[in-house]
């Protein structure tokens, strides 16, 4: 069975960082493309970020560049994402999931999601 | 950014007869289209790729079509399990993937 666990969300003060992490069991984790996906309270998805098999291609919505950077440990199968500078507008349940596809197309396989708030 | 707009907010279906949903791309997207389905405090689950393949373990009942700019997701037989938020996804050019804003279907 296919399992992603994400942890690591909370309530942060707006300018603050927290650490997202995504633990894969179930997968061959180090096939997969990864993303993060998150949506605010009441809303619908937006995609934040991609992270190829090797950790070698990077990509993220315009609106965290240069405030959130995604990584990977394939020999823990863990996926991360370090969120600086946080804005009110972060607020959001995020998702990790698994992106498959030829061309790195769409997200078969979903956590939980994780929580997190930025207010003061 | 191609945008993706979904139709209609909010659809009111009675169990046991036919929603029929619409997403609309702002350029041609090809069949590079994804359906995902969404219940309250869950995550989203995979329905449809390619606009109209079923993913592993999805029922006969969920069917999509369409290409280019204009397409459609179908659920007959409608079961009560299946009232839910429904989003679509494009992904023929990325970054960034980006989702229509959802269709509740809700019991009539």
């Known amino acids: 069975e296919v399992q992603l666990v994400e942890s690591g969300g909370g309530l942060v003060q707006p300018r603050g960082s927290l650490r997202l992490s995504c633990a894969a069991s179930g997968i061959t984790f180090s096939r997969y493309w990864m993303s993060w996906v998150r949506q605010a309270p009441g809303k619908g998805l937006e995609w934040v970020a991609n992270?190829?098999?090797?950790?070698?291609?990077?990509y993220y919505v315009d609106s965290v560049k240069g405030r959130f950077t995604i990584s990977r440990d394939n020999a823990k199968n863990s996926l991360y994402l370090q969120m600086n500078s946080l804005r009110a507008e972060d607020t959001a349940v995020y998702y990790c999931?698994?992106?498959?596809?030829?061309?790195?197309?769409?997200?078969?396989?979903w956590g939980q999601g994780t929580l997190v708030t930025v207010s003061s | 950014e191609i945008v993706m707009t979904q139709s209609p907010a909010t659809l009111s279906v009675s169990p046991g007869d036919t929603a029929t949903l619409s997403c609309r791309a702002s350029q041609s997207v090809s069949s590079n289209l994804a359906w995902y389905q969404q219940k309250p405090g869950q995550a989203p689950r995979l329905l449809i790729y390619?606009?109209?393949t079923r993913a592993t373990g999805i029922p006969g009942r969920f069917s999509g079509s369409g290409s280019g700019s204009e397409f459609t997701l179908t659920i007959s037989s409608l079961q009560s399990e299946d009232f839910a938020v429904y989003y679509c996804?494009?992904?023929?050019?990325?970054?960034?993937?980006?989702f229509g804003q959802g269709t509740k279907l809700e019991i009539k």
């Open positions: 992270i190829k098999q090797d950790g070698s291609e990077k």
């Open positions: 996804q494009q992904y023929n050019k990325w970054p960034p993937y980006t």
């Open positions: 999931a698994t992106v498959s596809g030829w061309l790195v197309e769409y997200f078969d396989y």
């Open positions: 390619g606009a109209s």
